[in-house]
């Protein structure tokens, strides 16, 4: 059967869960938020929600086992019909001997399609990292202007570079997705999973050394009372969503695939508490370098390409290997992520439309690669596209795919 392994489903969740949202969102969210109060709001908030929620759509998954369209109806169907549980073959994941389903009850699953909508924009600012490992690492910015130059040239100007970028990004996932779950997703989590976890350790020993990292860790850490307010409260619970890929039918597809017997409750543990450390060695290792160059930890979404190369470039000699290092590890946490996100609209093209793996996966890349180079025409400056209430394309999926919590604000 294509399913994970123990390890490999728990490896693949975890990749899906840890991306830019706990890497370059958790510190800026961090730094804007009060730092300790929004820190202890969202370890609180993660354990008491994040874990039930995250176990709640691997159940959805792992019960119904199939597609995020049919998941619902599947599960309405076994808890209305007395016989319905002997008929389903979950071995062989068929669902034929449950019909009819009721199919007004697929619009629940209809937030699948919010993968392919995030992996449109996503894969932009991914092609950035990738755009940074390549150009920037080796020839740091030595001043604030100049980084914030080099930042608005490849956002609003380079649309050559940033295409080629962002097409590289798309290519790699619905390649990975293509080969399936053992071949592709599996395999690859297994390799840059642990890959990261040592470049971050290996980076956060690193800020352990620099006088900073006291001032750092106070920032992290310290609770102030005074900076309590409803925005850090919802802030905390957006971050929970964003780094647990909550809501998108990701985890329940990746769920779906799991061993029959998984302990999900241990495999959602292992997650949460593993994004959270990662979180953490993140923020703690940003902010420490932040700090080396004089920096400000409330610097906003500027924080990872804007600001950091400025810290990297303060650390003299050491700062190029460091500055390599850190975007290899981003960018491996970024395609871990692109890769769950295009596989949930996958499934349902698989199994609606009859398409194999691989035709499904690069139908749905071509589509989101169109996508894609319409949100970089969009954020062309020279070309002055229409805007909706001042916000270009990349602004508007932002918005449509936020988590609810975000809504709030």
Not at 209 to 216: I, Q
Not at 329 to 337: D, Q
Request: charged share 10%; with cysteine; glycine share 8%.
């Amino acid at each position: 059967m294509n399913n994970f392994s123990r390890l490999g489903f728990i490896m693949a969740t975890l990749g899906s869960s840890i991306g830019l949202g706990h890497i370059w969102r958790f510190p800026y969210m961090a730094g804007e938020n009060g730092g300790g109060a929004f820190v202890i709001f969202y370890l609180i908030l993660a354990l008491c929600i994040g874990v039930s929620m995250l176990i709640a759509e691997m159940l959805l998954g792992n019960i119904a086992r199939s597609n995020p369209l049919d998941n619902y109806p599947i599960l309405d169907k076994l808890n209305t019909s007395p016989t319905a549980h002997d008929k389903l073959d979950i071995h062989n994941q068929s669902v034929q001997d449950l019909k009819p389903l009721n199919k007004s009850l697929m619009w629940l699953g209809i937030n699948a399609i919010a993968g392919p909508l995030i992996l449109s924009f996503y894969a932009v600012v991914m092609g950035w990292i990738l755009y940074y490992l390549i150009f920037v690492s080796t020839h740091l910015p030595s001043d604030i202007q100049g980084s914030v130059a080099l930042f608005n040239e490849i956002r609003t100007q380079s649309f050559l570079w940033q295409s080629l970028c962002f097409a590289s990004i798309i290519a790699f996932t619905a390649f990975v997705v293509a080969r399936g779950i053992k071949k592709g997703i599996e395999r690859l989590n297994l390799i840059l999973m642990p890959l990261l976890f040592i470049i971050f350790v290996g980076l956060l020993i690193y800020a352990l050394t620099l006088e900073e990292f006291g001032k750092s860790w106070h920032f992290m850490f310290h609770f102030d009372p005074s900076r309590i307010t409803l925005d850090t409260l919802i802030e905390s619970l957006a971050q929970v969503f964003f780094s647990l890929s909550l809501g998108v039918s990701t985890i329940a597809v990746y769920a779906a695939n799991a061993k029959e017997g998984e302990n999900l409750l241990k495999s959602g543990l292992w997650v949460v508490i593993s994004g959270i450390v990662i979180s953490l060695i993140a923020g703690l290792m940003i902010f420490t370098f932040i700090y080396h160059f004089d920096g400000q930890p409330s610097e906003g979404v500027g924080l990872l390409l804007i600001s950091l190369p400025l810290a990297f470039h303060s650390l003299g000699s050491s700062g190029e290997v460091i500055s390599i290092l850190f975007f290899i590890a981003v960018l491996f946490a970024g395609l871990t992520s692109t890769i769950s996100m295009l596989e949930p609209g996958v499934r349902i093209l698989c199994d609606k439309l009859n398409f194999s793996q691989a035709k499904a996966s690069y139908t749905l890349g071509g589509v989101i690669l169109i996508l894609g180079f319409l949100v970089i025409l969009w954020s062309n400056a020279d070309l002055n596209m229409p805007t909706i209430r001042e916000k270009n394309l990349f602004d508007m999926l932002d918005f449509l795919t936020t988590p609810p919590p975000c809504l709030c604000r």
